[in-house]
């Protein structure tokens, strides 16, 4: 089979759209790419097609397969491996609404009258995990018949760059990896994913995409190793990925990255600001493990305390990998219809997702830099500009803290790229396509001549405009829908004003009440009058006792609480709540007449002459100091 070159028409027949420029924390820049082999398998390396840092065309990445499929006709089909089953739900919906067939094989639902769906060419495309790509005997099978071969137009491997990940779990490298345990929700990952490249290989003439917008160069050569690739037959085509309308704020976190207390100076109250107003926002939280604190502070912020156990909630949803399917769905259609501006998120959300509403991203702690590009890059897909804050930790323990820490000799690795990105004095829009920690270095002035001679307007990152970007910090909580371009633009007329993060006050223990004759008198007549109710309400035999259902723990919390006991109600926060009809009915009766009786009369009376003769000696010990 000739392999297909490399055309400029979208139109026309074959099978790549090149565009170019660089990708984004590459510490080298590709300018030459090698042409395309003649014969045989023929490999394609982009790294972008729907770049996060560049205005998005939801037709773009859809050319390349649209050209794919006239190039081999209906019957024709491509399959693309994802790195999370989520991914490809997302994009099946998505090439449905432009008229395509597709399916996502998750490990659920692949069977054998799918398979023979497949090989009579019932779909354009096929999407498919890794685990299914390699471990699954049945799409193994499938795969290399003479048939299903036949049909096959492209192979395609979104988000390339996780290969890399793989491999530094397989080598191990990963246990020592901080950058690389900082992010869940990347991909998932199994040992046998190293194996893909014999799989790849066994395709004559089948050309394969590799998709990737963070993938930086040491990558790349790890992926071509990986894989068992030869990079003279690979074409890397390459994507402007700037984004000069994004603005990159990076501030110092005040508070502990488990506490999150740093988001409270983003919100501000409801009732100055309605969750209708608010900035439609995605927070991205590096593990599954914080979502309830990040909740409770944002619900904190908003006045709305308690907020964060409500699961419609109109403030803020989540989605993590983890996330319940139907759940899924609910998060993303609200937001897409507005019905609330918050999504707290891992990077499961946002790799499938095409949404131009989204007009702020909050990253909270430090992370690989490839990772953070692709988060912060959701937000102003419009063409509008958009705000990136990134709160990252002041110090890191057994990490870089600032740039002296840095030696020329250091190797590369993501652990020493993820503390840079914390301290670099350089741009952050430059620091976007290079690595770079010194501003004499020369190619931040190249980087930064090309980006006037493609006529970005200045960069108002953090680093470039400092006080403009502490004026914003400082009124971050004010920003809403219709003031949002105003501030951004105008920052440095804003009033310059203190600020503190609001701190939430310790409660106190209440002082543990000692249990004196009273008060055991009335715990054991509340277990009593308990024992002898269960028995009445349930007669016959059970399987389980009065006991289970109201021990001497909670007759005892509630005999140290009697003075704040007042009606029936007042008693179920001292037990955890009813647990049968009529318990605290009952309880509350007993209480009621163990006050009536002598115990308790006595106990009162006690009190009141210990009191009387309190006074009486007080009163005679000032008259004798008189």
């Given at each position: 089979?000739?392999?297909?070159?490399?055309?400029?028409?979208?139109?026309?027949?074959?099978?790549?759209?090149?565009?170019?420029?660089?990708?984004?924390?590459?510490?080298?820049?590709?300018?030459?790419?090698?042409?395309?082999?003649?014969?045989?398998?023929?490999?394609?390396?982009?790294?972008?097609?729907?770049?996060?840092?560049?205005?998005?065309?939801?037709?773009?990445?859809?050319?390349?397969?649209?050209?794919?499929?006239?190039?081999?006709?209906?019957?024709?089909?491509?399959?693309?491996?994802?790195?999370?089953?989520?991914?490809?739900?997302?994009?099946?919906?998505?090439?449905?609404?432009?008229?395509?067939?597709?399916?996502?094989?998750?490990?659920?639902?692949?069977?054998?009258?799918?398979?023979?769906?497949?090989?009579?060419?019932?779909?354009?495309?096929?999407?498919?995990?890794?685990?299914?790509?390699?471990?699954?005997?049945?799409?193994?099978?499938?795969?290399?018949?003479?048939?299903?071969?036949?049909?096959?137009?492209?192979?395609?491997?979104?988000?390339?760059?996780?290969?890399?990940?793989?491999?530094?779990?397989?080598?191990?490298?990963?246990?020592?990896?901080?950058?690389?345990?900082?992010?869940?929700?990347?991909?998932?990952?199994?040992?046998?994913?190293?194996?893909?490249?014999?799989?790849?290989?066994?395709?004559?003439?089948?050309?394969?995409?590799?998709?990737?917008?963070?993938?930086?160069?040491?990558?790349?050569?790890?992926?071509?190793?990986?894989?068992?690739?030869?990079?003279?037959?690979?074409?890397?085509?390459?994507?402007?990925?700037?984004?000069?309308?994004?603005?990159?704020?990076?501030?110092?976190?005040?508070?502990?990255?488990?506490?999150?207390?740093?988001?409270?100076?983003?919100?501000?109250?409801?009732?100055?600001?309605?969750?209708?107003?608010?900035?439609?926002?995605?927070?991205?939280?590096?593990?599954?493990?914080?979502?309830?604190?990040?909740?409770?502070?944002?619900?904190?912020?908003?006045?709305?305390?308690?907020?964060?156990?409500?699961?419609?909630?109109?403030?803020?949803?989540?989605?993590?990998?983890?996330?319940?399917?139907?759940?899924?769905?609910?998060?993303?259609?609200?937001?897409?219809?507005?019905?609330?501006?918050?999504?707290?998120?891992?990077?499961?959300?946002?790799?499938?997702?095409?949404?131009?509403?989204?007009?702020?991203?909050?990253?909270?702690?430090?992370?690989?830099?490839?990772?953070?590009?692709?988060?912060?890059?959701?937000?102003?897909?419009?063409?509008?500009?958009?705000?990136?804050?990134?709160?990252?930790?002041?110090?890191?323990?057994?990490?870089?803290?600032?740039?002296?820490?840095?030696?020329?000799?250091?190797?590369?690795?993501?652990?020493?790229?993820?503390?840079?990105?914390?301290?670099?004095?350089?741009?952050?829009?430059?620091?976007?396509?290079?690595?770079?920690?010194?501003?004499?270095?020369?190619?931040?002035?190249?980087?930064?001549?090309?980006?006037?001679?493609?006529?970005?307007?200045?960069?108002?990152?953090?680093?470039?405009?400092?006080?403009?970007?502490?004026?914003?910090?400082?009124?971050?909580?004010?920003?809403?829908?219709?003031?949002?371009?105003?501030?951004?633009?105008?920052?440095?007329?804003?009033?310059?004003?203190?600020?503190?993060?609001?701190?939430?006050?310790?409660?106190?223990?209440?002082?543990?009440?000692?249990?004196?004759?009273?008060?055991?008198?009335?715990?054991?007549?509340?277990?009593?009058?308990?024992?002898?109710?269960?028995?009445?309400?349930?007669?016959?035999?059970?399987?389980?006792?009065?006991?289970?259902?109201?021990?001497?723990?909670?007759?005892?919390?509630?005999?140290?609480?009697?003075?704040?006991?007042?009606?029936?109600?007042?008693?179920?926060?001292?037990?955890?709540?009813?647990?049968?009809?009529?318990?605290?009915?009952?309880?509350?009766d007993s209480i009621i007449q163990f006050k009536e009786g002598s115990v308790y009369q006595k106990h009162i009376s006690d009190v009141f002459n210990y009191t009387q003769n309190v006074v009486v000696c007080q009163l005679c010990f000032k008259y004798q100091i008189a």
């Amino acid at each position: 089979m000739t392999t297909p070159q490399p055309k400029t028409d979208p139109d026309a027949p074959g099978l790549m759209v090149p565009w170019s420029v660089s990708s984004p924390w590459h510490t080298e820049r590709d300018t030459e790419s090698t042409p395309p082999i003649a014969t045989g398998t023929c490999l394609y390396w982009v790294d972008m097609i729907t770049p996060p840092w560049q205005h998005h065309d939801p037709g773009r990445r859809a050319d390349l397969h649209r050209v794919a499929v006239k190039t081999l006709g209906p019957a024709g089909a491509q399959v693309l491996i994802n790195p999370l089953d989520a991914l490809g739900d997302n994009q099946v919906a998505e090439k449905k609404a432009q008229g395509f067939t597709a399916i996502n094989l998750a490990k659920m639902t692949f069977n054998k009258s799918l398979s023979d769906k497949i090989l009579a060419g019932a779909f354009n495309f096929v999407y498919l995990s890794p685990k299914t790509f390699v471990d699954n005997e049945l799409f193994v099978s499938l795969y290399y018949k003479p048939e299903f071969q036949a049909r096959l137009a492209l192979i395609v491997i979104d988000e390339a760059h996780i290969i890399y990940s793989w491999g530094l779990v397989a080598s191990g490298e990963a246990k020592k990896s901080s950058a690389h345990l900082r992010t869940h929700d990347v991909s998932i990952f199994r040992p046998s994913y190293g194996n893909m490249g014999a799989q790849l290989m066994a395709n004559e003439g089948v050309p394969i995409l590799f998709l990737s917008a963070t993938c930086r160069p040491e990558a790349r050569k790890a992926i071509f190793e990986c894989l068992k690739l030869d990079p003279d037959n690979v074409t890397i085509i390459h994507g402007e990925l700037t984004r000069p309308k994004i603005r990159i704020l990076r501030f110092p976190m005040d508070c502990s990255l488990k506490k999150a207390s740093d988001l409270l100076q983003i919100f501000g109250q409801r009732e100055d600001i309605p969750d209708s107003d608010l900035l439609p926002t995605l927070i991205y939280s590096g593990t599954r493990n914080a979502p309830g604190q990040i909740l409770k502070v944002v619900n904190e912020a908003q006045g709305t305390v308690g907020g964060e156990n409500n699961p419609r909630s109109k403030l803020i949803c989540r989605y993590h990998a983890v996330t319940g399917d139907r759940d899924k769905i609910d998060t993303i259609n609200g937001f897409e219809a507005a019905e609330f501006p918050c999504i707290l998120c891992t990077m499961a959300l946002g790799v499938g997702q095409n949404w131009s509403r989204v007009r702020r991203v909050i990253h909270l702690g430090r992370a690989d830099p490839s990772n953070i590009c692709q988060m912060i890059g959701w937000c102003g897909r419009d063409g509008k500009p958009g705000l990136a804050v990134l709160f990252m930790e002041r110090r890191r323990k057994g990490g870089k803290n600032k740039p002296d820490d840095f030696l020329a000799s250091d190797k590369k690795t993501d652990d020493l790229r993820m503390d840079a990105l914390a301290v670099t004095p350089v741009c952050l829009r430059i620091c976007s396509s290079l690595d770079n920690l010194s501003l004499e270095d020369p190619s931040v002035s190249e980087e930064r001549l090309r980006e006037e001679s493609k006529g970005f307007p200045p960069c108002k990152c953090s680093n470039c405009e400092p006080r403009e970007a502490e004026l914003l910090r400082k009124h971050m909580a004010e920003m809403n829908l219709a003031n949002f371009l105003d501030m951004c633009e105008n920052a440095k007329d804003l009033e310059d004003i203190e600020y503190t993060i609001k701190k939430k006050k310790k409660a106190q223990a209440p002082k543990k009440i000692k249990m004196g004759p009273m008060l055991n008198a009335l715990s054991d007549t509340l277990l009593k009058d308990f024992t002898r109710f269960f028995e009445t309400t349930y007669p016959e035999s059970s399987s389980f006792v009065s006991e289970d259902m109201f021990d001497r723990e909670e007759s005892n919390s509630i005999a140290q609480n009697l003075g704040d006991i007042h009606d029936s109600g007042s008693i179920a926060k001292y037990i955890g709540g009813k647990k049968t009809a009529g318990q605290l009915e009952i309880l509350h009766d007993s209480i009621i007449q163990f006050k009536e009786g002598s115990v308790y009369q006595k106990h009162i009376s006690d009190v009141f002459n210990y009191t009387q003769n309190v006074v009486v000696c007080q009163l005679c010990f000032k008259y004798q100091i008189a």
